[in-house]
C-alpha cells in the first residue's frame, strides 16, 4: 500500500470513529454554521447544505465507549445503537450538534427522538416522519410539509432561508457524490480486490461527517490510487452479498474478519444514506418536489420502506444478479426488527432463486468474531467446492 493511501485511509477512519467530534466542533469554529447531527439512514441532506448546514451521520460509538447511563434508558432487548447515542449525549460528545434528526426507522429511533427532547430541551430535536403512500397526491404532499417545516426550524436555528437557487446547487452536489459512490462500487463489483470493503467502508463511513464538497475529493482520491495500485492481485474467494446491516453499523473488525474468511464483499447495505436516492435528481423546476419525487419513486428497496407494488425480496435478487454474488450473507444487528422481520421473506426470495446464504448477529460493540469467520469461512469455502 503507498504512502499516500495509507494516509487517507488513516485521515478516513480518524473521522468515521470520531466520537468526539473533533472535525464537526473545528468545522464550525471556521464556518460558523449549523451542525446538524442525524440517525440512520436516510435524511435530505440537500436541504440541509442548501441551508448552510452540515449534516452530521449519528452512527454510535460502536466499541469506543462503554455504556453506562444508556442503559439506564432502554431496556436490555433492543438494539445497540440508541443507548450508544444516548451515552454519547450524556457525556457530552455531541453537545456541538445544535440539532438532530430522527428519521422514521422504527419505534426505538421514534422513541429516541422524544428522549432526546427530555435530554436536550434547548436543542432541536425532529422526528423526520416520511410517507407510506407513494402516492403524489397523499405521500407526496405530507412529505413535503415536513420538509417545509423541517426547513422553518433550522430557520429559527440560525440557518439561512430556503431558496429554489441555493437548494439546485445543493442537490446537483450530491448528484455528483451519488455518481462517485456508484463508481466506487461498480470498480469493487469488477475488481473487488482493488477495493477491500474494510477501506470502502471507511471512505463512506468518513463522508457522514464530512462536508459533501471534501467527501468528493477524497472519494476521488481513494479511486485514483486504488486503480493505480498494482501490488493488488486478485484471490480465489467466494463473491458475497452482505444484507441487513442497514441502520446500526457493523464494527470494522467484523468486515475485515469476514474478508479474511475468504470473502468478497461485492455489495452491501452499509451507509444507505449515500445511496439511498438511486440517481441524479432533476435541478429543473421545482427543486423542493424533485427532492420529494425521489423519495417517492427512486430510492432503494429497505426493510423500512413499505413496498406497496412489489414483491418482498425481489430486488435482493437482482441484487444479487447485478453484483454477480455467489451467495448471501445476512448480517443484522441484534433485536433490529426491521431486518429480522424482514428476513424470511427475503430467504423464501433467495431460496426460490436458489442463491446460498446463512446468517449471523452483531452489536455495534460486538469483540469476539472467532465463531463469525468460522461460519463465514465454511459458507464461502461451500460456495467454492459445490455451487
Same mark, same amino acid.
Given at each position: 500500500?503507498? +504512502? ?7 485521515e478516513? !477512519? *480518524? $473521522?468515521?470513529f #470520531? ?16 451542525a446538524?447531527g ?5 435524511v435530505p ?5 442548501a ?9 454510535g ?5 462503554e ?19 444516548i ?5 457530552g460528545?455531541l453537545d456541538?450538534?445544535?440539532?438532530m434528526?430522527?428519521?422514521?426507522i422504527?419505534?426505538?429511533?421514534r422513541?429516541?427522538?422524544?428522549m432526546?427532547?427530555?435530554?436536550a ?7 423526520l ?6 402516492d403524489?397526491e +397523499?405521500?407526496g404532499?405530507f412529505?413535503?410539509?415536513e420538509? !417545509? *417545516? $423541517?426547513?422553518? #426550524?433550522?430557520?429559527k436555528?440560525?440557518?439561512r432561508?430556503?431558496t429554489?437557487?441555493a437548494?439546485r446547487?445543493s442537490i446537483?452536489?450530491?448528484?455528483r ?6 463508481s466506487?462500487?461498480?470498480l ?9 470493503s ?9 463522508g457522514v ?6 467527501h468528493?475529493e477524497?472519494?476521488?482520491s481513494?479511486?485514483a490510487a ?7 492481485k486478485?484471490m480465489?474467494?467466494a ?5 441487513g ?7 470494522l ?9 475468504g470473502c468478497y464483499?461485492?455489495d ?7 445511496r ?7 435541478? *429543473? ?6 427532492l ?5 419513486s427512486?430510492?432503494?428497496?429497505s426493510p423500512?420502506r ?7 425480496g425481489a ?11 455467489e ?6 444487528p ?5 431486518a ?8 423464501t426470495a433467495v431460496e426460490?432463486?436458489?442463491i446460498p ?9 460486538t469483540g469476539?468474531?472467532q465463531?463469525?469467520?468460522e461460519?463465514?469461512?465454511t459458507f ?8
Open positions: 500500500m503507498s +504512502t499516500d493511501l495509507q494516509t487517507l485511509l488513516q478516513a !477512519e *480518524e $473521522l468515521a #470520531d466520537i468526539d467530534s473533533s472535525y464537526v466542533k473545528a468545522w464550525k469554529e471556521k464556518t460558523g454554521g449549523l446538524i442525524y440517525l440512520p439512514i436516510y441532506r440537500e436541504l440541509l447544505h441551508q448552510g448546514c452540515l449534516p452530521v451521520g449519528v452512527l460509538a460502536g466499541d469506543n465507549l455504556i453506562i447511563r444508556g442503559d439506564a434508558y432502554y431496556q436490555s432487548y433492543i438494539c445497540h445503537l440508541p443507548r450508544s447515542v451515552e454519547l449525549g450524556l457525556t460528545r456541538c450538534m445544535d440539532g434528526l430522527f428519521p422514521a422504527c419505534d426505538v429511533i422513541n429516541l427522538s422524544g432526546w427532547k427530555m435530554m430541551p434547548e436543542k432541536l430535536s425532529r422526528y416522519d416520511v410517507p407510506q403512500n407513494f403524489p +397523499t405521500g404532499l412529505y413535503r410539509h420538509l !417545509e *417545516e $423541517l426547513s422553518a #426550524d433550522l430557520v436555528l440560525g440557518a432561508p430556503l429554489d437557487e437548494l446547487a446537483e452536489v450530491y448528484n457524490h451519488r455518481v462517485a459512490v456508484q466506487l462500487y461498480r469493487r463489483q469488477d475488481e473487488p480486490w482493488k477495493v477491500p474494510s477501506e470502502l467502508y471507511l471512505i463512506l463511513r468518513a461527517i464530512l462536508p459533501v464538497e471534501e468528493l477524497m472519494m476521488a481513494y479511486e486504488v486503480r493505480a495500485d498494482t501490488t493488488r486478485p480465489d474467494q463473491r458475497v452479498l452482505l444484507t446491516s442497514f441502520c446500526e453499523q457493523p464494527p473488525g467484523l468486515i475485515k474478519t469476514l474478508e479474511r474468511s464483499i461485492v452491501d447495505d452499509l451507509i444507505q444514506v449515500h439511498w436516492i438511486l440517481s441524479s435528481i432533476p435541478t *429543473e423546476g421545482d427543486p423542493l418536489d424533485n420529494v419525487q425521489a423519495f417517492l427512486d430510492t432503494i428497496d423500512t413499505y413496498i406497496d407494488d412489489g414483491v418482498k430486488e435482493l435478487v437482482q441484487r444479487v444478479k447485478d453484483s454477480r454474488a451467495g448471501l450473507l445476512f448480517c443484522a441484534s433485536f433490529c426488527d426491521p429480522l422481520l424482514d428476513q424470511p421473506m427475503a430467504v426460490k432463486a436458489g446464504w446463512t446468517s449471523f448477529l452483531f452489536s455495534e460493540n469476539q468474531f465463531v463469525i469467520r461460519q463465514a469461512g464461502a469455502d461451500s460456495i467454492k467446492l459445490w455451487s
